[in-house]
């Protein structure tokens, strides 16, 4: 019996382990994963890059909002992804990227804030 105890708390602590290392990634993904436009940046107006790190585990697709709005949901691929969009508008813009895992939970980034000013 006290082996069967044992083996039962042993898988109990693995499983935990594991399931807290996946909560750190995500959580540490939340904050790092946007890597342009950086924070508190002033970008020319037109053609404009939101990009991220695909290092989250388990990821279905990615869907990138800037001002709230839906740009683009994309699938997972290579090591930086990125999605372009078109602005003109003079102001401060953020920008947010929400990942949908396998098993239908999602994990949204921190907002970014950036500046867009006229072009040229």
Do not use: C
């Not at 990634?25 to 508190?40: L, M, R, T, Y």
């Not at 990125?82 to 921190?110: C, M, P, Q, R």
Request: avoid cysteine.
């Amino acid at each position: 019996m006290k082996h069967i105890t044992s083996f039962l708390l042993a898988v109990a602590l693995l499983v935990s382990s594991i399931t807290l290392m996946a909560a750190r990634n995500a959580e540490q993904w939340k904050s790092s994963a946007i890597v342009s436009p950086e924070e508190g940046k002033l970008i020319g107006a037109g053609y404009i890059d939101v990009k991220w790190n695909n290092d989250l585990e388990n990821v279905k697709s990615y869907s990138v909002y800037v001002d709230g709005a839906l740009k683009k949901t994309v699938a997972p691929s290579g090591e930086t992804m990125k999605v372009e969009f078109y602005t003109t508008a003079v102001k401060s813009h953020n920008a947010k990227i929400t990942a949908t895992l396998d098993d239908g939970t999602t994990v949204t980034t921190n907002t970014r804030t950036f500046y867009v000013t006229k072009k040229g």
